[in-house]
Each structure stands twice: as C-alpha cells, then as structure tokens.
C-alpha cells in the first residue's frame, strides 16, 4: 500500500499540464499492452492451427504414398487388361513365351469369375526345362503385358537327368466379362 500512496503523492504534486501527458502516456502504454495481448494470442491461436495441419500432413503423407502406389498398380492392371485380345488363351501365351522342354501339354481347367473380370484357365506340364528356364518361363507370365494369375506351381526334378526338370503350373488368363463396360 505504500507504494501506492506514493504514486498517488507524485501523481498529486504534478501540475496539470505534466499530469496530461503523463495521462497520455499511460493510455499509451495501455494501448500498446492490449494490441501486444491481442497480438500474442492470434499468434499462439496461428501456432495451434499449424501444429494441428502438421499433425494431419504426418498421417496424410504414409496414405498419399499408398494411393499412389495402388492407383499405379490399379492403372498397370488396367492397362494390361487392355491389351488382352478376344482370341487369348493360355497355350497361345505359353507358345509366345517360347521357353520349350521336351513336352508341353495344356489342358484347360474351369476359371472363375471375379468381379468384371472372367478366367481363362489351364493346367500347363513341361517336361525337360532347366531351372533357369522354368524361372523364365513363371518370371515372364507374372510379369508379362497379359494379366496371368499362376493359382499352383509346381517343380520337380527328374530322376533320369538331375540338371533337368518338370514343371507343372495351373495358369490363368484375365478377360473382361461380356458385358463389362471397359473404364
């Protein structure tokens, strides 16, 4: 309480022009420690609001690279559906591959349908392959610009000549259904 009633004596003792400025300087001052308060809080308000869209761009960015990473698949699929032709088949993909044993039977097997999508599948046997071919041969049919789904895979050795083996492999080719409007 002293110091008050000091202030008050010095506030007294001053004559009035020194007493309206010294006023003045106090609105002043008020001024300036409102704005600055105002000032402080759209500030913390600015820093909050940025925290927060940092927050969402950290669970955004891992879920932008997945979508891009589907969509690039997705658009692969779709064109690689594309390029499948009405008279494709298992055996015609099989012979374009080129990879030959010593014998080679196909035999078609009951596809399924999937989604908009229909399976033209095979059950594919070559004898006599090396083992570099039969990776060769399952490398360009997975990877190839027809859409092939490999359902079984099966290597064996031979028995008669070791460097050599038996491939068995149930294949199948994805077509557009008939009536499946092409996106």
């Not at 000091?6 to 300087?25: E, F, K, N, P, T």
């Amino acid at each position: 309480m002293r110091i008050l009633e000091q202030a008050l004596d010095v506030w007294r003792d001053l004559d009035s022009r020194s007493r309206l400025w010294a006023g003045y300087a106090l609105i002043a001052a008020l001024v300036c420690v409102l704005g600055w308060s105002a000032l402080a809080a759209k500030t913390a308000e600015l820093e909050r609001r940025r925290h927060a869209r940092e927050m969402v761009l950290k669970e955004l960015l891992p879920l932008r690279a997945a979508y891009q990473a589907a969509r690039q698949s997705a658009d692969m699929m779709r064109g690689r559906l594309a390029s499948v032709r009405p008279d494709d088949s298992p055996a015609k993909l099989i012979e374009e591959i080129g990879i030959r044993g010593k014998g080679i039977k196909i035999a078609p097997a009951k596809g399924e349908q999937r989604g908009t999508m229909v399976e033209d599948a095979a059950d594919v046997r070559i004898d006599g392959l090396t083992v570099n071919e039969a990776l060769n041969l399952v490398y360009r049919l997975e990877k190839g610009s027809r859409p092939v789904v490999l359902k079984k895979a099966n290597l064996r050795t031979r028995f008669d000549d070791p460097s050599r083996c038996d491939l068995g492999v149930t294949i199948a080719l994805l077509k557009p259904a008939p009536g499946a409007a092409p996106k």
